[in-house]
């Protein structure tokens, strides 16, 4: 395991190339644009709040539809970085709201998306990749299936939850 000199070194030769610094900028850029995208288009969908930068982890921001801002949910739209992807999360107010909604969708047996585990540092009750090694050339068509896919996702969500009485 290197030392925390050893890896400073290695970032500030990293830094010095130059292209860690315009990719992250063009990063935080876009996920802003995508953040406007979905305030514009869908102004029944409110975005609170700024762009989550994170500690080169994951960025995201929030989206959240007025069924389950009601419940006291959001979708987050998430970049993560060692994974190199876009993903799309249910998450809550808390975390008892977490817990209240993950029981609801592991008891139902719903298979759709991925229902993650509550454990420490998770702030999520369903996972699903949007974009998997996002091709960053063409961002309009970038965006459109960033769209597709999380409209899908929100639809699937609020339509169980109709379904159930939580």
Do not use: C
């Amino acid at each position: 395991m290197k030392s925390l000199q050893e890896n400073m070194a290695e970032f500030r030769k990293q830094l010095e190339k130059g292209s860690i610094q315009k990719a992250y900028q063009a990063l935080m850029e876009y996920m802003m644009s995508l953040k406007n995208h979905f305030s514009n288009k869908y102004p029944d969908y409110s975005t609170p709040g700024s762009l989550y930068n994170g500690y080169m982890d994951m960025t995201y921001f929030s989206i959240l539809p007025k069924s389950l801002k009601d419940r006291d949910l959001k979708i987050a739209i998430v970049f993560l970085y060692d994974a190199f992807r876009f993903e799309i999360w249910l998450s809550g107010k808390n975390k008892q709201v977490l817990a209240k909604y993950w029981k609801i969708f592991k008891e139902s047996g719903w298979d759709k998306y991925r229902i993650v585990e509550p454990v420490k540092g998770v702030d999520s009750v369903v996972e699903h990749i949007l974009v998997d090694n996002p091709d960053f050339s063409d961002l309009d068509v970038l965006t459109k299936k960033m769209e597709k896919g999380a409209l899908e996702f929100i639809q699937n969500i609020e339509n169980f939850l109709a379904q159930t009485a939580a």
